[in-house]
């Protein structure tokens, strides 16, 4: 009889033991995915602002984060979850840390439009829809540094793209075609890359 109960209480144990493993295989299996899913939808939305406003050091991130992807890619087909999950991670945070310094590039260049495109519209400022457009443009700037302050630095792209497409949107009032010198803004406006 005891030795029944042992039995019992040693396949009760080995059951357990096998169904904690199965589970934690199976979330670490989830969690890799996800991050997965998250990191290629995150270097699509690099690739546009890094080949529309990066420079060679953000190229370079770039192109380490498709490879930290791909490796990650691998350690999922090889079922070797906690190091696809490692490797995702390591992109996120190149992410995160290629995005603080295109922040700072796309409030520079939202600065410069705001400067060269009130020069070219100074003669308009009677319009009031001019006038509203520069105001917006200016907020959308100033939330745009209060995310960089924040360190929310992809909502800094967000609200220097705004920024940029009121300013832009001026030349239609004054039916004007938008010079070449802002064509790649428009573009990157658009979640495109200028060709």
């Known amino acids: 009889m005891k030795l029944e109960k042992n039995f019992i209480l040693l396949t009760v144990i080995f059951i357990n033991f096998f169904l904690i493993l199965t589970y934690a295989s199976t979330s670490d299996r989830t969690d890799a995915l996800d991050l997965k899913d998250k990191s290629e939808k995150g270097v699509k939305q690099l690739e546009i602002v890094v080949k529309n406003f990066g420079d060679k050091s953000d190229v370079s991130a770039y192109e380490k984060g498709l490879s930290l ?51 070219d519209m100074v003669d308009n400022i009677s319009n009031d829809a001019i006038l509203k457009n520069f105001t917006t443009a200016k907020s959308h700037l100033e939330n745009a540094k209060l995310s960089f302050n924040t360190k929310h630095y ?31 803004d428009f573009t990157d406006n658009q979640d495109k890359i200028y060709q």
């Open 69 to 119: 992807i791909k490796a990650g890619n691998v350690n999922i087909l090889q079922s070797n979850f906690l190091d696809a999950s490692a490797k995702f991670n390591e992109y996120l945070k190149l992410e995160y840390d290629t995005y603080k310094s295109l922040a700072t590039k796309y409030i520079q260049r939202t600065e410069t439009l705001i400067n060269e495109i009130s020069n």
């Open 154 to 184: 992809q909502d800094v792209v967000m609200s220097a793209r705004i920024a940029k497409k009121y300013l832009l949107s001026n030349y239609d009032l004054v039916g004007k075609k938008i010079p070449d010198q802002y064509e790649k």
